[in-house]
T-cell receptor, first 113, second 110 residues
Framework: NAGVTQTPKFQVLKTGQSMTLQCAQDMNHNSMYWYRQDPGMGLRLIYYSASEGTTDKGEVPNGYNVSRLNKREFSLRLESAAPSQTSVYFC????????????FGPGTRLTVT | QQPVQSPQAVILREGEDAVINCSSSKALYSVHWYRQKHGEAPVFLMILLKGGEQKGHEKISASFNEKKQQSSLYLTASQLSYSGTYFCGTGRLSGSRLTFGEGTQLTVNP
């Protein structure tokens, strides 16, 4: 039981490049989330998927897109990376919405130069 | 709206107690608590729900004052392993997502 896995662990991009962050969970969870965490800051929600087939914007969605590929996988795409998107990105999943704990992946450390 | 956590940082000696507070200006349905160690992912500690249900950790407790929209996390007889940053996440009944505070950095020294 791997829990929540994320790839890659580290990535360096040049301004304007694109990339996709991958996330998968093996807990049969319905809800999945993408957060970013900047130094000394809390977690800010980028996008979430309350159930398979649905996605919604969070607090900071600009510059990102997501795809809930199936129940297991939820990807985050940066179409044209900017230095302001330098951050640590965490994917999380939960069985349901507010009454269930969230399980976090190990994170992707992204630097945009 | 982001909940406000206090204090921002606290330093303890092993065996001492600490209280971390989380306040919101909005009516809350649930409060989650997570701990994050440096360079690692956040780990779930506790959920408190409107109406009093609580799920969580055996050595750490919490309260939820619905009228004040406030939750407090109580760490008693702290251990070195308690060191880390503690985040509260708040959810509203009409919503599907949590909003996290900026965190409280807890350091436990021998």
């Amino acid at each position: 039981n791997a829990g929540v896995t994320q790839t890659p662990k580290f990535q360096v991009l040049k301004t304007g490049q694109s990339m996709t962050l991958q996330c998968a969970q093996d807990m049969n969870h319905n809800s999945m989330y993408w957060y970013r965490q900047d130094p000394g800051m809390g977690l800010r929600l980028i996008y979430y998927s309350a159930s398979e087939g649905t996605t919604d914007k969070g607090e900071v969605p600009n510059g990102y897109n997501v795809s809930r590929l199936n129940k297991r996988e939820f990807s985050l795409r940066l179409e044209s990376a900017a230095p302001s998107q330098t951050s640590v990105y965490f994917c999380a999943s939960s069985e349901g919405r507010l009454t269930y704990e969230q399980y976090f992946g190990p994170g992707t450390r992204l630097t945009v130069t | 709206q982001q909940p406000v956590q206090s204090p921002q940082a606290v330093i303890l000696r092993e065996g001492e107690d600490a209280v971390i507070n989380c306040s919101s200006s909005k009516a809350l349905y649930s409060v989650h608590w997570y701990r994050q160690k440096h360079g690692e992912a956040p780990v779930f500690l506790m959920i408190l729900l409107k109406g009093g249900e609580q799920k969580g950790h055996e050595k750490i407790s919490a309260s939820f004052n619905e009228k004040k929209q406030q939750s407090s996390l109580y760490l008693t007889a702290s251990q070195l392993s308690y060191s880390g940053t503690y985040f509260c996440g708040t959810g509203r009944l009409s919503g599907s997502r949590l909003t996290f505070g900026e965190g409280t950095q807890l350091t436990v020294n021998p």
